[in-house]
């Protein structure tokens, strides 16, 4: 059995992003649908969830990502199911963490290392970009603010999703920022975890660094098995 929730994102009554998610019974969906709701009623805060909690709802690794619709900063709905058949990338990321910026700034007069993926994979995937942060927390901005910035990183993802109540966060046990999920054509969760194997916020460390989700897509195009399919994230909490 499932249970599906549909889960406003707003301020003040006003939506700003719809998600709506299936989670089926059990622990660990029992603990997110607690803190969804949660969400939901407060606001967009609910004190923010634990590790642990996380820890607990956090979707398995080649068993099916969680079914999710979420409404971008255009007004654009954007659903898992309606990407059946594509490859998805799911990024959180916050422009205010020094975690984030690391992998946006530019590296001698060229893309930054989220850019220039976003640029490589264009059109063999769908790239969302994920800001769960809450209103009043760091990295919050408005659907126009959001895009403005997006502009001047020249990034290039697909869309930009303002998950300010944390409802895809929760979803997808988000916790830090820049943090991924990669989802295969068949709707099946094959990476999750970090950007590459160097925790700190030195752009300088990009170039020795191995790129988990760089590995993780090119294997995953060609057909070929995900070597390294999770990782632990590092950076900045997510400011739920």
Same mark, same amino acid.
């Not at 606001?43 to 999710?68: R, W």
């Not at 403005?148 to 290039?156: F, N, S």
């Not at 989802?183 to 999750?192: F, M």
């Given at each position: 059995?499932?249970?599906?929730?549909? @889960?406003?994102?707003?301020?003040?009554?006003? =939506?700003?992003?719809?998600? =709506?998610? *299936?989670?089926? $019974?059990?622990?660990? &969906?029992?603990?997110?649908?607690?803190?969804?709701?949660? =969400?939901? /009623?407060?606001?967009?805060?609910?004190?923010? !969830? $634990?590790? &642990?909690?996380?820890?607990?709802?956090?979707?398995?690794?080649?068993?099916?990502?969680?079914?999710? $619709?979420?409404?971008? /900063?255009?007004?654009?709905?954007?659903? @898992?199911?309606?990407?059946?058949?594509?490859?998805?990338? @799911?990024?959180?990321? *916050?422009?205010?963490?020094?975690?984030?910026?690391?992998?946006?700034?530019?590296?001698?007069?060229?893309?930054? *290392? /989220?850019?220039?993926?976003? #640029?490589?994979?264009?059109?063999? +995937?769908?790239?969302?970009?994920?800001?769960?942060?809450?209103?009043?927390?760091?990295?919050?901005?408005?659907? &126009?603010?959001?895009?403005?910035?997006?502009?001047?990183?020249?990034?290039?993802? %697909?869309? +930009?999703?303002?998950?300010?109540?944390? %409802?895809?966060? #929760?979803?997808?046990?988000? #916790? *830090? /920022?820049?943090?991924? &999920?990669?989802?295969?054509?068949?709707?099946?969760?094959?990476?999750?975890?970090?950007?590459?194997? #160097?925790?700190?916020?030195?752009?300088?460390?990009?170039?020795?660094?191995?790129?988990?989700?760089?590995?993780?897509?090119?294997?995953?195009?060609?057909?070929?098995?995900?070597?390294?399919?999770?990782?632990? !994230?590092?950076?900045?909490?997510?400011?739920?």
């Amino acid at each position: 059995m499932s249970l599906k929730k549909k @889960l406003l994102i707003g301020i003040g009554g006003i =939506a700003l992003a719809a998600v =709506a998610v *299936n989670v089926a $019974t059990g622990g660990g &969906a029992a603990a997110y649908a607690g803190l969804a709701i949660a =969400a939901a /009623t407060s606001g967009g805060d609910a004190g923010g !969830p $634990t590790m &642990a909690e996380l820890s607990a709802m956090a979707p398995k690794v080649g068993e099916p990502a969680p079914a999710f $619709t979420a409404v971008d /900063t255009r007004g654009a709905s954007h659903s @898992l199911e309606g990407y059946r058949g594509r490859w998805v990338v @799911l990024e959180w990321f *916050n422009h205010e963490c020094p975690y984030s910026k690391k992998h946006y700034k530019a590296i001698d007069g060229g893309p930054g *290392n /989220t850019q220039a993926m976003q #640029r490589d994979y264009a059109n063999r +995937v769908v790239w969302l970009s994920v800001v769960s942060s809450a209103p009043g927390k760091q990295g919050f901005t408005s659907a &126009a603010e959001a895009d403005e910035l997006t502009r001047e990183k020249g990034a290039a993802p %697909t869309a +930009v999703i303002r998950d300010t109540a944390g %409802t895809l966060g #929760r979803l997808y046990a988000a #916790r *830090n /920022t820049p943090q991924y &999920a990669i989802i295969d054509p068949q709707g099946v969760l094959r990476y999750a975890g970090a950007i590459d194997d #160097r925790p700190s916020s030195n752009a300088k460390d990009i170039a020795k660094a191995t790129n988990y989700v760089r590995a993780a897509l090119d294997a995953g195009l060609a057909g070929q098995p995900i070597a390294v399919a999770q990782t632990q !994230p590092y950076g900045c909490d997510v400011k739920y």
